[in-house]
């Protein structure tokens, strides 16, 4: 037979669990408080909230003398002492007369002839010969470099 709703038996058990609770049980203390009686912190603000700290001390002019150098030069890059990289081999051949051809874009090559005159992490330079001028080239667009002797 199915299990259907008895008021007689739903009497019965709320009888047999009142008898078994004592009063202490029910008393306001062990009621947990209701969400809306608990005090909740205050929503932030956006506004800062933690300690003052005083202003910061207005900078000091300096003056020429004050600046100083560092005591020892940085180390050069492992690409510049390193023959095995492109821009170490470069360097050895400083004071050298180079042919350097360029890829611009993804098919037109540029060449530039002269007298590789310094080397750095990212370029080089090239003394032109028929203009005597200066030219500093990208290290990352060179393709080929002709070392004449």
């Known amino acids: 037979m199915a299990n ?11 009888n047999n669990l009142n008898r078994q609770m004592t009063p202490n049980q029910f008393s306001p203390s062990n009621i947990p408080a209701s969400p809306s009686t608990t005090a909740l912190p205050p929503m932030p603000t956006g506004y800062p909230s933690g300690p003052m700290y005083s202003q910061m001390p207005a900078p000091t ?3 020429p003398t004050q600046v100083t150098m560092p005591s020892s030069p940085e180390p050069e890059p492992e690409t510049l ?23 611009i874009g993804t098919s037109m090559l540029v060449d530039r002839e002269g007298t590789l005159v310094d080397v750095g992490t990212s370029y080089i330079v090239i003394r032109e010969v028929d203009t005597d001028d200066l030219l500093l080239a ?4 060179i393709k080929f470099v002709r070392f004449y002797y």
């Open 81 to 103: 002492q390193n023959i095995a990289y492109t821009q170490g081999y470069l360097k050895k051949h400083i004071g050298s007369r180079v042919k350097v051809e360029f890829l």
């Open 138 to 141: 990208d290290m990352y667009s």
């Open 4 to 14: 259907y709703f008895n008021p007689n038996n739903c009497q019965s058990f709320c």
């Open 61 to 63: 002019s300096m003056t």
